[in-house]
């Protein structure tokens, strides 16, 4: 079946520090691929995405993500944390390998200590 | 700004009391999608509108419904909910079936 794992379902970093999510898919040539963020409380808001072209994508907040075809993976990164970003992070991966659907990731909670 | 909008953003029903959850969008898009999402969980898609065409996925239960008036608007009806349907509910949007774009949510409690 298809799907997309999230390995990480907590995360804990200093503020300033670098972070990355991990995120991994399991079918697809050519899929699309998503990270959002979610406050609590809140809907799902895009952070980036990609779907050809270049595989270093830049997104809203200043986050990146890389897709790496060889591994399955997009990762979503940032170097420097702000408090600001404590939430949770889904992947998602869709297209037409997907049934033109989003299949979420377990999704990665994100805690920022000071 | 263009955006998706759900009302209420909190709505309290009694157990078998039929409640109605809205949604609308200013994104002109022709895709509108609705999602269950329970605690610690991720988004789970109950159903979605490809312009007037009603698709629903195979698991999701009777006691959910949805209308679409017009390209604006997506009703959720739940029919008689339990108290296994008290969830965050999520519209989302999009241009056929390019990125899609969500609204707050609507966080149903159900007595």
């Known amino acids: 079946a298809q799907s997309v794992t999230q390995p990480d379902i907590h995360i804990t970093v200093s503020e300033g520090a670098s972070l990355e999510l991990r995120c991994n898919y399991s079918?697809?040539?050519?899929?699309?691929l998503f990270w959002y963020v979610q406050s609590p409380g809140q809907g799902l808001q895009l952070l980036l995405k990609?779907?050809?072209?270049?595989?270093l994508v830049q997104g809203i907040k200043g986050f990146e993500a890389e897709f790496k075809r060889s591994q399955s993976s997009f990762n979503l990164r940032k170097p420097s944390v702000h408090w600001s970003d404590a939430a949770e992070y889904f992947c998602?991966?869709?297209?037409?390998?997907?049934?033109?659907?989003?299949?979420f990731g377990a999704g990665t909670i994100l805690r920022v200590k000071s | 700004d263009a955006m998706v909008i759900q009302n209420p953003r909190y709505q309290v029903t009694q157990f078998g009391k039929p409640v109605t959850l809205s949604c609308s969008q200013t994104?002109?898009?022709?895709?509108m999608y609705w999602y269950q999402q329970k605690s610690s969980q991720a988004p789970k898609l109950l159903f979605h509108?490809?312009?007037?065409?009603?698709?629903n996925e195979a698991d999701t239960p009777d006691n959910f419904q949805s209308r679409r008036p017009n390209t604006s608007f997506c009703f959720l009806d739940i029919r008689s909910p339990g108290l296994g349907d008290a969830a965050m509910y999520l519209c989302?949007?999009?241009?056929?079936?390019?990125?899609?774009?969500f609204g707050p949510g609507t966080r149903l409690t159900v007595l």
């Open positions: 989302a949007t999009s241009r056929d079936f390019d990125t899609q774009y």
């Open positions: 079918y697809g040539a050519t899929p699309y």
């Open positions: 990609y779907f050809s072209g270049d595989t």
């Open positions: 998602a991966v869709g297209g037409k390998e997907y049934g033109n659907k989003l299949v």
């Open positions: 994104l002109n898009h022709n895709v």
């Open positions: 509108y490809y312009d007037k065409d009603f698709n």
